[in-house]
């Protein structure tokens, strides 16, 4: 199974994650893109940076992944989802985010923020060396024991 570490900011959080948003508004959005629903992004906007590792990762992401969040910063990991629709849009982005270069975004399915678990609690059960430094959306390896921190994470 792959799994998905994925960070996230307090302004963004409230804004797109925290409740689900309601989407009428959005002129162009796709027919299959929920019109309710808590929305995430991963940056790849070319025309603000080289996002290639980005955009590697967001290739593979597939519907119904699981997704652990965790805080920029501390590392803690305070929330659980599964990746929904996605698409590409400067919508969420421009409405949402205040700009910036997240237009490769995805509906959260089966949100649940009762998550709490240090980030070296999560490195100790997936087997990471002590120097592993998380940064950005992070694909765990399917060699890595996930379902066992996703059962810790959850439980």
Not at 37 to 62: F, H, I, L
Not at 87 to 95: A, G, L, M, N, V
Request: glycine share 8%; charged share 30%; hydrophobic share 35%.
């Amino acid at each position: 199974m792959t799994l998905y570490l994925v960070p996230m900011d307090e302004p963004s959080y409230r804004a797109t994650l925290a409740e689900p948003l309601d989407l009428n508004g959005w002129e162009n959005r796709p027919a299959d893109f929920p019109v309710t629903a808590r929305v995430w992004g991963v940056r790849t906007d070319p025309a603000q940076g080289s996002w290639e590792r980005n955009r590697r990762t967001w290739k593979r992401m597939e519907s119904d992944e699981p997704l652990l969040f965790y805080l920029n910063g501390t590392g803690e990991f305070v929330a659980y989802g599964r990746i929904g629709v996605r698409c590409e849009t400067d919508y969420i982005r421009d409405e949402y985010w205040n700009g910036g270069p997240a237009i490769s975004v995805y509906t959260v399915q089966e949100y649940d923020d009762s998550v709490s678990m240090g980030l070296a609690e999560a490195k100790s059960i997936l087997g990471y060396e002590d120097g592993f430094v998380l940064r950005g959306t992070h694909r765990v390896s399917e060699d890595r024991p996930v379902d066992r921190l996703l059962r810790k994470a959850t439980s």
